[in-house]
């Protein structure tokens, strides 16, 4: 089982990024998917989670309104639109997914039991 997160990338503020995380060795298609990041010296936090069925999703206040996070069920794969990005949003992203079938995605890393490798933004001018 792997997940593999990509579409990482240095960027300028006010700039986008679209990650992508692809899961294969099992379909995740009924359990909840989540992105996570860590930043230089910090500990990783919740970003975004989005539920099985893709109809409802969660984010972390700093970037509610700027990111969306997407699934494609079929295709076993997560995505994180990033919009707006600032320098704070500079870290390591991980792309996580739950190995308990819940109705609602966690927002815990204890939640998950599936992680990516991560992938990398960077926010400078």
């Known amino acids: 089982v792997q997940l593999q997160a990509s579409g990482g990338g240095l960027v300028q503020p006010g700039g986008s990024l679209r990650l992508s995380c692809a899961a294969s060795g099992r379909s995740f298609e009924n359990y909840g998917m989540g992105w996570f990041r860590q930043a230089p010296g910090k500990e990783r936090i919740f970003v975004a989670a989005?539920?099985?069925?893709?109809?409802?999703?969660f984010y972390t206040d700093a970037v509610r309104g700027r990111f969306t996070v997407s699934r494609s069920r079929a295709e076993n794969k997560m995505y994180l639109q990033m919009n707006n990005l600032e320098p704070e949003d500079a870290a390591v992203y991980y792309c996580?997914?739950?190995?308990?079938?819940?109705?609602?995605?966690?927002?815990?890393?204890?939640?998950?039991?599936?992680w990516g490798q991560g992938t990398l933004v960077t926010v400078s001018s």
């Open positions: 996580a997914a739950m190995s308990r079938v819940r109705v609602l995605p966690g927002r815990k890393e204890s939640d998950y039991g599936y």
């Open positions: 989005i539920s099985w069925y893709g109809s409802s999703t």
